[in-house]
């Protein structure tokens, strides 16, 4: 067993752009940081005996990548039919508005804001551009608006930041709700149990060829600092920041912002079940 395999889900290794599965294709953005890791993905997703191809979160305002999508589409003898958005976080959505304008396509999202043409997205919408297959995940926590794309034909879900190939999501509060999340997380489980989804494309990091791995992986942490957080309330550390501290002190310090967003999160969600008593800007 490799050391990738050992990981949770068992993410590839190698280069993180190109082929990925029959149907989908990942253009990696130049923009790593310690948030977006390797940077966003691209997803290109198509049948292969289809001139139309939807891409997936163009990601950020860069000329340069998304001209590099559109040649990755041209290479393999197609144009752009269709630009769909996970979430409206700008490494993922910034470039959607200029991407549209040089593909001449619309631009579908959950979130009215972020879509050119009148067709949004919502649970339980079937996506069938040049006959392909793609369905409708909700998946709000990480944030409100965001999406989830279950890929039938390649037994895959495209998660954009809801499951990433390395790390762990951000729940950042306000907008990301932890209850919301777990929900999600639960719903993708069920699609590796009941529709026999295998693998994960991520908006961030590399493939994970074990999906159910990952999401179980995905809970059990997330349980895991619930309680870490819950016991460090109970054990007097008073404000966010101090939980922080004390939970995340193995974390490198410039994620700690980052980790309070996360804390302030797990803080709301164990208030509204109850489980510790303390108001709501603690």
């Known amino acids: 067993m490799t050391e990738a395999a050992a990981l949770p889900g068992q993410p590839r290794g190698g280069v993180l752009s190109g082929p990925a599965t029959a149907r989908a294709v990942n253009v990696l953005a130049p923009n790593a940081s310690p948030m977006t890791l390797d940077g966003t993905n ?11 191809a939807v891409v997936i979160d163009p990601g950020p305002l860069d000329d340069l990548h998304l001209k590099a999508v559109m040649t990755a589409v041209e290479r393999v003898g197609k144009r752009v039919g269709l630009t769909l958005l996970t979430h409206g976080h700008p490494d993922h959505a910034e470039g959607a508005a200029r991407f549209a304008e040089l593909t001449r396509t619309g631009v579908r999202a959950l979130d009215p804001a972020l879509r050119l043409g009148d067709e949004g997205l919502a649970a339980g919408d079937v996506i069938t551009t040049g006959g392909l297959e793609l369905r409708v995940v909700p998946a709000p926590g990480h944030t409100a608006d965001s999406l989830c794309f279950h890929l039938p034909a390649d037994r895959a ?77 109970e054990n007097g550390h008073r404000t966010a920041a101090d939980v922080v501290a004390h939970v995340y002190a193995g974390v490198d310090r410039s994620l700690w912002p980052a980790a309070e967003l996360s804390v302030r999160a797990q803080l709301a969600y164990l208030r509204e079940h109850g489980l510790i008593d303390v108001p709501d800007d603690y």
């Open 157 to 233: 879900v495209l998660t954009g930041d809801t499951v990433l190939g390395r790390g762990t999501t951000l729940v950042a509060h306000p907008d990301g709700r932890l209850g919301d999340y777990l929900d999600s997380l639960r719903r993708l489980r069920s699609l590796t149990v009941d529709d026999g989804v295998d693998t994960v494309l991520p908006g961030h990091g590399p493939v994970l060829d074990d999906a159910r791995g990952a999401i179980e992986f995905y809970l059990a942490h997330r349980a895991n600092r619930l309680a870490q957080v819950e016991t460090a309330v």
């Open 42 to 52: 691209t997803w290109i997703v198509a049948e292969p005996d289809s001139d139309l």
